[in-house]
């Protein structure tokens, strides 16, 4: 079965915006509270983006901060990445992630290795 599916990606141009949505099963968004978004540009290693918690407090690599915003809809069981003012330097595969909310998590919640549960991803291309 699909525990998150991500959708939301598309082609733009620099300056414009897009909202990725990950929908996930009940069963990975209640055990799995704590939530992120990773990217991975072709050809590079993967890199956390943003992050939220149970409670909704959200973290964020220093290249979105002010320009993305991750938030949670618990009523949909789906997670959201509000991305404004993108940049040729923001394309790549995004992928959501879902992982168990411990204190490993906190420490370091965009590190790709401290999530464990993960999406296909969804492509964000943004041109010149």
């Known amino acids: 079965q699909v525990q998150l599916r991500e959708s939301g990606g598309d082609s733009v141009h620099a300056g414009g915006s897009l909202r990725l949505s990950c929908e996930a099963d009940?069963?990975?968004?209640?055990?799995?509270?704590?939530m992120a978004w990773f990217r991975q540009p072709r050809g590079k290693e993967r890199e956390g983006v943003a992050a939220?918690?149970?409670?909704?407090?959200?973290f964020y690599a220093d290249s979105v901060e002010g320009r993305f915003t991750i938030s949670r809809d618990n009523s949909k069981n789906t997670l959201y990445l509000q991305m404004s003012s993108l940049q040729p330097e923001d394309t790549a595969m995004y992928y959501c992630?879902?992982?168990?909310?411990?204190?490993?998590?906190?420490?370091?919640?965009?590190?790709?290795?401290?999530?464990?549960?993960w999406g296909q991803g969804t492509q964000v291309t943004v041109s010149s």
């Open positions: 009940g069963h990975t968004y209640s055990n799995k509270a704590c």
């Open positions: 939220i918690d149970r409670g909704g407090r959200g």
């Open positions: 992630a879902a992982a168990t909310c411990t204190t490993r998590w906190y420490i370091s919640s965009l590190n790709p290795s401290f999530s464990d549960t």
